[in-house]
């Protein structure tokens, strides 16, 4: 598989997490969710989750499955979100490493094309997702109002780079993956 389709996400958001509906999960016809923690679900510098997120969390639930996979290392950080959420996870994945995500789809009992790997990163969740053949979806970072004043320097290198390669990460929509 050429770079530029590894680094291209099938969907991408304008805005976090929180826009991803049940609408548009079932418009994809995704039954599961993987999705990423640090900036994906929360600040990096915050331990907790929000009543916005956990309210998400429950609306979507509804819908799809969901896992948490997230390549921090911290127990604490990540089985607290985790649990407040109360979602299954894996911490410590290595992504763009396929390992840990290949656990969680065993774990939900649904093939790949049927699981949307959400994240903020190009070179960790879209390019993992895309190499196990799942629906990725490319959300804007969730950061700590006190950090959105700063730039993002390897988001911003990701997308520079995946662009020179011939991903199209401006675009708001993609494609749809078929069976």
């Given at each position: ?56 969390v429950e609306q979507i ?119």
């Amino acid at each position: 598989m050429a770079w530029n389709n590894l680094l291209q996400p099938d969907l991408i958001l304008r805005g976090s997490v929180l826009n991803l509906s049940p609408d548009i999960i079932q418009r994809y016809q995704l039954k599961g969710l993987v999705l990423d923690v640090d900036e994906t679900l929360v600040p990096i510098t915050v331990g907790a989750a929000s009543l916005e997120l956990r309210q998400w969390v429950e609306q979507i639930r509804a819908c799809t499955a969901l896992w948490l996979v997230s390549n921090n290392l911290s127990e604490a950080r990540i089985g607290g979100i985790a649990r407040s959420l109360n979602l299954p996870y894996y911490l410590s994945a290595a992504k763009p490493s396929r390992r840990k995500i290949r656990a969680a789809l065993k774990a939900m009992d649904l093939p790949s094309h049927q699981v949307g790997m959400v994240g903020d990163r190009l070179f960790t969740d879209v390019l993992a997702g895309n190499r196990l053949g799942m629906f990725t979806i490319l959300v804007e970072p969730i950061m700590h109002p006190d950090a959105v004043m700063r730039s993002h320097p390897i988001r911003n290198f990701e997308v520079l780079v995946s662009e020179i390669l011939g991903a199209t990460i401006r675009a708001k929509h993609k494609k749809i993956r078929k069976n």
